[in-house]
């Protein structure tokens, strides 16, 4: 079993300037098919809209 990061838990990508909440994992990116590891918003407005959501691999 892989080890993910528990829903919820806030980051800080490397060369991120706003922190992340993540709320989901293995996602599929709908255009690309591409599955990443995490999906978050930014943090602590919330997932306020798509545009705002950030996919991304740990």
């Known amino acids: 079993m892989?080890?993910?990061?528990?829903?919820g838990s806030i980051v800080l990508l490397?060369?991120?300037?706003?922190?992340?909440m993540i709320y989901g994992r293995k996602q599929?990116?709908?255009?690309?098919?591409k599955e990443w590891d995490y999906v978050a918003c930014i943090y602590?407005?919330?997932?306020?809209?798509?545009?705002?959501?950030?996919?991304f691999c740990y």
């Open 2 to 7: 892989e080890k993910y990061l528990p829903i």
């Open 14 to 20: 490397k060369g991120g300037q706003k922190k992340l």
């Open 28 to 33: 599929i990116d709908s255009g690309t098919k």
């Open 44 to 55: 602590p407005e919330g997932n306020i809209d798509l545009k705002y959501n950030y996919l």
